[in-house]
């Protein structure tokens, strides 16, 4: 009998046994399940706010910011005083491709016409244009025949330094000839500018604002340093008889100042010509004077 009673109470352990196991598996299983649940929501959630953060949940997408084609370095006008305050080109939405033709009426006739080219100097071009719609070279003298055979112009003040309150920095300047064996013939290369080049000239060096160069003849330095920003297309005779007016001291020892005053009448720049800049040779014009 006592045996029996042993048996019995041995099935009851194993049958309480067996069930605190099936709970304990069930329990592991919720607290699994609640964990997974957990996770996906915690998940959801990053996900929901990244979006959000990013503006999935805007009304209206965000626009990405516009990158700047130009920087302009603002120049203290207090500290030159032959600087000219005109405001400041845009950074963005610039022309970058074609060209803008450029206007000159001078004293010594013309017109002169040059491309400026947007897509190797869209900076110089910018610069130029916004000028250009501001009258600041309007009733402008050329106050240089340099000794590089080249026309300098662009600055108000006639002496050397002026030009507006900002600058910016070279763009596109040929590269330096190159270097040939010294048992052989240095080969035939074209200049760096070519007659009829119109490029930037800073003060100091690689500093830009308004003053550019209109070559008369063709400058190959062993160090380029100018921004070539167009061509004249016409009116090089006009430049050419310009360049070869005689020169006074400009009071600082330089023999370039033009004997007789070479004055802008006007500048002018049209809107952008989305045809590529024309490859052959500046062009000569009749000169009206």
Not at 59 to 69: F, G, H, N, R, V
Not at 77 to 94: H, I, Q, R
Not at 230 to 251: C, F, Q, R, W, Y
């Amino acid at each position: 009998m006592a045996s029996s009673r042993d048996r019995q109470r041995k099935l009851a352990r194993a049958k309480l046994d067996r069930q605190l196991a099936r709970r304990a598996a069930a329990a592991k299983r919720r607290r699994q399940i609640q964990a997974g649940v957990g996770a996906a929501v915690v998940l959801a959630l990053i996900v929901a706010g990244s979006a959000w953060a990013l503006g999935a949940f805007d009304s209206e997408p965000k626009k990405q910011a516009a990158e700047d084609t130009c920087l302009w370095t603002p120049q203290d006008a207090a500290a030159n005083t032959n600087l000219k305050e005109v405001g400041t080109p845009p950074t963005t939405g610039l022309p970058t491709a074609g060209t803008r033709a450029m206007t000159l009426t001078t004293n010594q006739g013309g017109p002169i016409t040059a491309d400026l080219d947007l897509a190797a100097a869209p900076c110089g071009a910018a610069s130029i244009s916004f000028l250009a719609g501001k009258s600041f070279y309007d009733n402008t003298k050329c106050h240089e025949i340099t000794t590089e055979g080249a026309l300098r112009c662009g600055d108000p003040s006639g002496s050397g330094i002026g030009g507006p309150t900002y600058s910016f920095y070279n763009e596109n300047v040929p590269t330096a000839p190159e270097a040939s064996p010294s048992a052989s013939p240095a080969p035939a290369q074209p200049p760096a500018y070519p007659k009829g080049t119109v490029a930037m000239i800073g003060n100091p060096p690689g500093s830009n604002g308004s003053q550019f160069l209109i070559f008369f003849k063709d400058f190959n330095p062993p160090t380029p340093g100018y921004t070539v920003v167009g061509k004249v297309t016409g009116g090089l005779d006009v430049v050419e008889k310009i360049g070869a007016l005689p020169t006074v001291d400009n009071g600082s020892g330089a023999k370039v100042k033009p004997k007789t005053d070479v004055v802008i009448q006007s500048l002018t720049v049209a809107e952008p010509n989305a045809a590529p800049a024309a490859t052959s040779a500046p062009a000569a014009s009749p000169s009206a004077g």
